[in-house]
Nanobody, 122 residues
Framework: QVQLVESGGGLVQAGDSLRLSCAAS????????MGWFRQAPGKEREFVST????????YYADSVKGRFTISRDNAKNTVSLQMNSLKPEDTAVYYC???????????????WGQGTQVTVSS
């Protein structure tokens, strides 16, 4: 069992940066791939980024590649998403998720946080 709590969301202007964090409970955190997903109003939840259990493999959606960076600290049971050069289209609720394998499909992730709102104004 893994419980996830996101933090770091907020209201920023286009071009600004935010750093999202996800704190995980449970001693098996390091066994899970971790992902970030987002959901805008009226849209389906979409993949943003994912990182392997070791941190050695990462994937990004094309829409955020070069602007977002995912990282994890297994000693602290945390995963972060550094978001730079934010755009209004990045506005969404961002969710942290844990799953057994590093994939981009939401249904493959077993545990989810409650989400944190990111709003980017133009």
């Amino acid at each position: 069992q893994v419980q996830l709590v996101e933090s770091g969301g907020g209201l920023v202007q286009a071009g600004d940066s935010l750093r999202l964090s996800c704190a995980a409970s449970g001693r098996t955190f390091s066994r899970y791939a971790m992902g970030w997903f987002r959901q805008a109003p009226g849209k389906e939840r979409e993949f943003v980024s994912t990182i392997s259990w070791s941190g050695g493999i990462t994937y990004y959606a094309d829409s955020v590649k070069g602007r977002f960076t995912i990282s994890r600290d297994n000693a602290k049971n945390t995963v972060s998403l550094q978001m730079n050069s934010l755009k209004p289209e990045d506005t969404a609720v961002y969710y942290c998720a844990a799953g057994p394998v590093i994939l981009t499909t939401p249904s493959t992730y077993s545990y989810w946080g409650q989400g944190t709102q990111v709003t980017v104004s133009s």
